[in-house]
């Protein structure tokens, strides 16, 4: 309760819901109306654009490319290599989170680990993804192995470090209560390092998928 004056307001769980409600819509109006300023700007500055170069060639207008990409999607043999991307995208992802994630876990759990490993991640994260199309080429020849072995690369490393972030954010004192109540070293990695590390992990898995599409080649 609040005094107003000679005036009681009396808050409840329901009056909260409303108010949250409220404020939460008002946010989501907000960023909508945020986003289509963003995307008329561009739009407008496109168009500009498209009227300085007067060339299909250099920068067709948006009305012309929004007519292709419609097009397009009908295309059959369009959407077959867009179905082919996508399997590739999807492949590199999952092996990226299967060597990621243990390693991630391993390296953040034991220091003797990471010490270990993290002078050899460091080195091979900072090499240019392009770098390493020749070694690729050579090492699985020609079709979907280099395209994946890329993808793969290049979504591994944000996982990793992100796990790794994951697990060492967690309180100590997690682990200690753990234990005080008789949790074994699975039980801890079960209830305590995978819950906690998850929105890391979730993270680095969204990033991941972005590394992804830009290394499809």
């Not at 003797?112 to 020849?141: C, K, N, Y």
């Amino acid at each position: 309760m609040e005094p107003i004056g000679d005036k009681v307001r009396i808050y409840n769980s329901g009056n909260q819901r409303v108010m949250r409600e409220i404020i939460l819509g008002s946010a989501q109006s907000k960023q909508i109306f945020y986003r289509l300023i963003m995307v008329l700007g561009v739009l407008v500055i496109w168009q500009l654009a498209a009227n300085h170069y007067n060339s299909d060639l250099l920068l067709p207008p948006p009305w012309k490319t929004l007519v292709t990409f419609v097009a397009a999607v009908h295309d059959p043999e369009v959407l077959t290599n867009l179905f082919i991307t996508l399997r590739r995208v999807l492949t590199g992802f999952l092996y990226a989170l299967l060597i990621g994630i243990p390693l991630g876990f391993l390296m953040g759990y034991s220091k003797v680990v990471l010490h270990i490993l993290e002078p050899l991640i460091d080195s091979l994260r900072q090499v240019p993804i392009m770098a390493w199309v020749p070694l690729t080429i050579v090492w699985f020849g020609l079709g979907d192995g280099p395209t994946i072995f890329l993808i793969t690369f290049a979504g591994v490393f944000p996982i990793i470090l992100n796990t790794i972030a994951g697990v060492q954010n967690i309180p100590r004192d997690y682990y200690h209560a753990a234990r005080s109540m008789g949790a074994g070293p699975w039980s801890i990695f079960a209830h305590v390092i995978v819950p906690g590390s998850m929105p890391d992990i979730l993270t680095g898995g969204r990033i991941a998928v972005g590394m992804g599409w830009m290394s499809v080649i």
